[in-house]
């Protein structure tokens, strides 16, 4: 259910103060990068069509026929291709992130690991010794030497500031990436007693009455009520931690000049940030904060900021995934959100979306990250590069039928209509 007054007030795009610290307007300047210590901005103007990335250009191929030519090798723990190269991975305590620095490292690169909770970079390194051990990876690599903890909440500008120099007096000055798969806003739901309590309460209801009778309806309107109202609550931390937090980031790296020439931002988001106030949309009233990401990827990649970054030697890409299966939001749809769906309803969206894992979002990733930007099948200079990751990656096949550069309009996503 979405909450329409919460979407008109959030996403109402009414910018005042440029992106990335500049003045005026709904444009960043990024000719002359500073370190953010404060910020009032919120989303980017979207009424220029310059602010909106490009999906109607005919040069641009629908799918990534030449996935061939650049799909990285996956068949041998001899094929280290990131050797020598270092990346920064924020939100990489687990999910997508987790599981693209874990490949990144098992690939010869080093990594930065960006999470809030310092657990989680000693579970991911015991994770890469046991994968070694069972020789899923190369001996060659050293796990300690390619995994460096960066303990940052991206709500906080002072950690990030603090964060990104003990980066660079730490031994990773020069950066060949930075891997943005953070996202606040679902473990909001994810973690609250009283919302599975809530599900839980409507699965008994629909089985024993059914979802039409008045009993379920009542306890509905009830969880939809709670659910509007934590919404609210998380939608302040949200936006700082999807907006604020990598925009401070991004700046503090330029300043410090950590993104080598040639270096890539890979920013990760889903159909529904991505999407989000489109005509005929509904995104869950549950998943909205999570929304607050667009904000940023706006930003990202509005033509002025690409075309300075470029100069740069900066290469910004936004890949945009479904719901992925062993995620947070993919477990939130098993568990509860197909129980409250008819039993058809349910069906339909299962039969019309390809299962998908952290994986497949891993390897498009890997195979941009690897990509030659003067690739015009891959880069187009001055436009937005944004992939839609749509299915399994697991063959160069599955590659060019499923990763695409337009979304289409009949993806289940786009007309998806959550029962809360």
């Known amino acids: 259910m979405p909450v329409p007054a919460l979407e008109a007030g959030v996403f109402a795009h009414t910018q005042t103060e440029a992106p990335f610290g500049g003045t005026g ?17 919120f989303l980017p103007q979207t009424e220029s069509s310059e602010a909106l990335l490009l999906t109607d250009d005919a040069t641009i191929p629908r799918a990534l026929d030449a996935a061939a030519a650049f799909l990285p090798q996956t068949e041998s723990g001899e094929a280290l291709q990131f050797s020598g190269m270092d990346f920064l991975v924020t ?17 010869g690169g080093r990594v930065a690991l960006g999470t809030r909770n310092p657990a989680n970079v000693e579970s991911f390194t015991d994770e890469m010794r046991q994968a070694q051990e069972n020789g899923e990876i190369s001996g060659e690599i050293n796990v300690e030497e390619s995994v460096r903890p960066f303990i940052v909440n991206l709500k906080s500008q002072l950690e990030i500031v603090e964060g990104v120099y003990d980066l660079h007096e730490g031994g990773f000055e020069g950066l060949d990436g930075w891997i943005h798969a953070a996202a606040e806003g679902m473990q909001t739901f994810t973690t609250k007693e009283k919302l599975l309590g809530g599900i839980v309460t409507l699965r008994g209801i629909k089985k024993r009455q059914g979802l039409d009778s008045e009993a379920y309806q009542e306890a509905k309107q009830n969880l939809q009520r709670n659910l509007a109202q934590w919404v609210w609550q998380a939608m302040p931390g949200a936006m700082n931690s999807n907006y604020e937090g990598p925009r401070t980031l991004l700046n503090e790296l330029r300043y410090r000049k950590m993104l080598k020439p040639g270096a890539k931002i890979g920013n990760l988001g889903s159909v529904w940030t991505d999407m989000i106030g489109q005509p005929g949309v509904e995104v869950p009233s549950w998943y909205l904060p999570v929304c607050t990401k667009q904000s940023f990827d706006l930003e990202l990649q509005a033509k002025e900021n690409r075309a300075r970054l470029e100069a740069e030697g900066i290469y910004p890409f936004t890949l945009i995934g479904q719901v992925i299966d062993n995620t947070d939001v993919g477990n939130m749809f098993r568990g509860g959100i197909f129980q409250l769906m008819s039993d058809e309803d349910a069906a339909r969206y299962i039969e019309s979306s390809k299962p998908m894992t952290t994986a497949d979002m891993s390897t498009t990733l890997q195979m941009m990250l690897l990509s030659d930007p003067n690739n015009p099948e891959q880069w187009t200079s001055g436009k937005p590069r944004k992939l839609y990751v749509l299915g399994p990656t697991d063959t160069k096949e599955a590659v060019a039928q499923n990763v695409l550069w337009e979304l289409p309009p009949d993806h289940p996503m786009l007309t998806f209509r959550s029962p809360i």
């Open 25 to 41: 307007g709904g444009t960043a300047d990024l000719s002359a990068p500073q370190p953010i210590r404060g910020s009032g901005a």
């Open 91 to 107: 939100g990489g305590g687990r999910g997508t992130g987790r599981r693209a620095a874990f490949d990144v490292v098992s690939r």
